[in-house]
């Protein structure tokens, strides 16, 4: 893509830190409170720890990055009255969030998507939002940090296998996150050997899932896949256990957390394993996981913490490349931050002064972040490894990957 910015812009980008003289504020709708509040904020603390570095580097088109942060409470139409608030009320030209699929996707049909304003969710990854863009929906403007639950369901599967759960019962969110996620593991599963005796959704937010986990024990399986939040997985947990339920478990990304392993207590989750997006390792993941923790307070491993660095790093990036806060311009600005053909570039405050150099003389960047090289699709989805994890003495530890050419080969393999 060719780009050219006006000398005046150029100088205004290179100024330094004491001359900016305006702020550009980006829309940030996160679960800072609630089921997923403890992924929000880590999410928000990345996203500004992102526009603190790409302030101190310069700033973009002449002014500092802020964020108007708004809590969405786990509740869609809080997630979509904030949106509208930060687009039609305060005009924001992006919005970072949500987190969880059951907050983006309202918020991208029903505020993004008919405003044309960029959306990009550190850790949405949900089907359903590829097939909104495949259906023409989203005008084009929705981008992810995260691989799709289609992806994630397939490595579930053979992690499930490889570790000899056979006969596995399913407790699942009953959203589309869940219902999604159910599908995208079933398939591949089955086909792979293994036998799903019950599948079982739960409304959140109960006091007691008792019912659910009864209805999820009568088939006598060897192990339970628990798609479920902290809060709510914990109180399932700890009802399976109690009710004599075995030992063994299968965990959704979003259950790497020590609130959760605090809750039911490492003692019963020795057998517990997981998937989740996972990193090619480059200097920004080694920069962030040295620097966020004295940033924000929180370990670097929390779940959406990695990728809410680059989702913040590439609205800023974008907000450069495009000459400022012009809506219509983000989404190709995005897109032009991870041109392969541009010059690489890592996190941090040297290179983002790098990048904002580069970009102020027209010419083309690679931002390679905390996740590693990406590359967007027509739809907004990148591809990526998935890491398996197991919780180890109460801790998540990493035991292996699963590499995106290990994905494609299990599908193929499916479909002999």
Known sequence: MKRTFLATVAALSLAPF?????????????????????????????????????????????????????????????????ATQL?????VPAIIGGIISPMSIPILT????????????????????????????TNGIFFRTITSDALQGVAAAKFAIDNGFTRIAIIHQNNDFGVNLVKEFTDPYTALGGTVVSVTPYNGKQSSYAAEVTAALAEGADALYLISDPVDGATIARTW???????????????????????????????AYGTSSGTNPTPSTEYFYSSYEAFSGIDPAAPAADRSYDAGALVGLAVAIAGGPDAAKLPDALRAAVDPEGEVIYAG?????????????????????????VHFDAYGDISGPFRLWQ??????TTVG???????DAIKAQIQQ
């Open 18 to 82: 004491a001359a900016q003289a305006c702020d550009i504020t980006i829309g940030v709708v996160l679960e800072l409170t609630g089921e997923a509040g403890e992924y929000g904020q880590a999410g928000a603390k990345s996203i500004e720890m992102a526009f603190r570095d790409l302030n101190e580097a310069g700033g973009v088109a002449g002014c500092m990055l802020k964020t108007d942060t708004r809590d969405s409470q786990t509740q869609a139409n809080v997630a979509v009255d904030a």
């Open 87 to 91: 687009v039609q009320v305060q005009k």
């Open 110 to 137: 029903s505020v993004t998507g008919p405003a044309k304003v960029l959306q990009v969710s550190p850790a949405s990854s949900s089907p359903t939002l590829t097939a909104l863009g495949r259906e023409g929906k």
């Open 241 to 271: 256990i109690s009710q004599g339920g075995v030992q063994k478990f299968l965990l959704n990304d979003g259950m790497n957390s020590q609130d959760f392993i605090d809750s039911v207590g490492k003692e019963y989750l020795g057998e």
């Open 349 to 373: 405050k040297e290179e983002f002064a790098k990048a904002l150099g580069l970009i102020a003389e027209g010419k083309a960047i690679r931002y390679e972040g905390v996740i590693g090289p």
């Open 391 to 396: 919780i180890k003495d109460g801790v998540v």
């Open 401 to 407: 990957e699963m590499t995106t050419a290990d994905v």
